[in-house]
């Protein structure tokens, strides 16, 4: 058996480091574990504009302070009116990596996202020509269509035709939740590649119910029953290229969670590498993980592997039940558990 593990410093392709003092609270748990990360765009107001990216990815640093290693990978919240023009330009000065696409009103601060991605020809032209990556809440946002469907029918409704359309389109499909996204992703003939978060590698959406509602549970997409855990499952470890990691981390304060509407998101950056470890060591398959956590993404990207390494060590260690006080206080997923692994550094 395997009880410690070295591989080379990893990046978190997906995540929500929020503003203000939640950013002050939680980016630190990032850029503990990873050297770089891909930031979702979703404030208030949302993160439109290379000046707006360039401020935010300012006040992260500062959040960080003196002498971080951290990179924070800025990307630019699409709009029905967002500017082609702006988002090559922010492409070029490097403000920009990629391009986060929300359906309207699909999840959290969406309510500016786009509401006919027919409507975003000249972006997706654009950023298929300079090649730049377009990230993609797959969800449909119909409320006709059952909740634990709404991310197989997007494949079906939004993302076929649009590989079909645009053939030379990088495309990340983010967070993916079902075995209808997990062999889309695997089998297209297209560059597309899928994050995947610890959560829907370890929880069903049994959890949500658990003895009762389970608020800390709730993200979007929604988790789904057990036979697409293991389809996802099988697809992070399967050391496919086109699958890597990607958190999700979106922490909301307890008040927001717990509450007669709670928040969607699952804060897990401060154990995220000992969960995702876990999966691949109960699946038999340590030898895929560095390709999955710090590899495959980077790759797709079209940017250098990072220098430098982290281990991660078999151990008992007890997730806290909360981590932060007054409005950053925040419940982290698997609280008052066992990860089951140490991150040394
Ligand atoms: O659960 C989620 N939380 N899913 C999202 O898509 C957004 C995120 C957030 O920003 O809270
Ligand atoms: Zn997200």
């Not at 707006?52 to 630019?76: K, S, W």
Request: charged share 20%; net charge negative.
């Amino acid at each position: 058996m395997t009880d410690r593990l070295t591989i080379r410093r990893p990046d978190d392709w997906h995540v929500h480091l929020r503003d203000g003092a939640m950013l002050e609270a939680v980016a630190q748990h990032s850029a503990r574990q990873f050297a770089r990360a891909i930031i979702m765009p979703n404030l208030t107001p949302p993160v439109t504009s290379i000046e707006a990216a360039t401020a935010y990815r300012q006040r992260i640093m500062a959040a960080l302070g003196e002498g971080a290693t951290f990179t924070p990978l800025m990307t630019c919240y699409l709009t029905d009116g967002t500017d082609p023009a702006e988002l090559e330009r922010g492409h070029a000065e490097g403000v920009f990596t990629a391009c986060k696409l929300y359906p309207a009103h699909a999840t959290t601060n969406s309510a500016h996202g786009v509401t006919d991605i027919r409507a975003l020809t000249g972006v997706l032209e654009t950023m298929q020509r300079i090649g730049m990556p377009l990230l993609i809440h797959g969800e449909v946002t119909d409320k006709s269509i059952d909740i634990f469907d709404r991310e197989a029918v997007f494949v079906e409704r939004v993302l076929t035709p649009l590989v079909r359309d645009y053939p030379g389109l990088k495309i990340v499909l983010e967070h993916i939740t079902t075995a209808e996204a997990a062999a889309f992703v695997a089998e297209a003939d297209h560059p597309i590649a899928a994050t995947i978060t610890p959560q829907h590698l370890l929880i069903n959406r049994n959890a949500l119910f658990d003895g009762g509602l389970r608020p800390h549970a709730y993200c979007l997409p929604v988790l789904k029953r057990e036979k697409h855990r293991l389809a996802v499952r099988q697809a992070a470890v399967s050391g496919s290229p086109r699958f890597f990691l990607g958190t999700d981390s979106a922490p909301h304060v307890v008040g927001a969670k717990e509450s007669g509407c709670g928040c969607a998101g699952i804060f897990n950056a401060p154990f995220a590498l000992e969960a995702y470890v876990r999966v691949f060591d109960e699946e038999g398959a340590l030898d895929t993980f560095e390709g999955f956590a710090s590899e495959h993404g980077a790759r797709f990207y079209g940017l250098p592997l990072n220098e430098g390494t982290v281990t991660l060590v078999r151990d008992d260690v007890e997730v806290p039940a909360s981590i932060g006080t007054g409005e950053t206080a925040v419940v982290p997923f698997l609280a008052g558990t066992n990860a089951g692994w140490r991150f040394e550094g």
